[in-house]
């Protein structure tokens, strides 16, 4: 059972850069292939970025690529998110996920942090 605790949300102006941690407790986190989702209010939630076991492979929505970046640090069970040019579309509660290496969805997540981008 894998434990995910989100961090470093917050409030920002357009334009502005928010680092979100996820920190992972309760199982092997390199066995598990980490991402990042969002939900807005009234939407469903959507997939922001994901990222190997290894680090090594990397996935973007259209509307981040180029302003989001993600990590992990296996030595410190934890993922990231650096966003980056933040626009208030990116105004959301994101969600880190942890989902196992032959696993075909996540299958635990965070309770979510809220990121507000004002104009």
């Known amino acids: 059972q894998v434990q995910l605790v989100e961090s470093g949300g917050g409030s920002v102006q357009v334009g502005g850069s928010l680092r979100l941690s996820c920190a992972a407790s309760?199982?092997?986190?390199?066995?598990?292939?980490m991402g990042w989702f969002r939900q807005a209010p009234g939407k469903e939630r959507e997939f922001v970025a994901s990222?190997?076991?290894?680090?090594?492979?990397?996935a973007y929505t259209d509307s981040v690529k180029g302003r989001f970046t993600i990590s992990r640090d296996n030595a410190k069970n934890s993922v990231y998110l650096q966003m980056n040019s933040l626009k208030p579309e990116d105004t959301a509660v994101y969600y880190c996920?942890?989902?196992?290496?032959?696993?075909?969805?996540?299958?635990?997540w965070g309770q979510g942090t809220q990121v507000t981008v004002s104009s």
């Open positions: 996920a942890a989902r196992g290496l032959i696993a075909t969805g996540y299958a635990y």
């Open positions: 309760g199982g092997t986190f390199s066995l598990y292939n």
């Open positions: 990222i190997s076991w290894s680090g090594g492979s990397t």
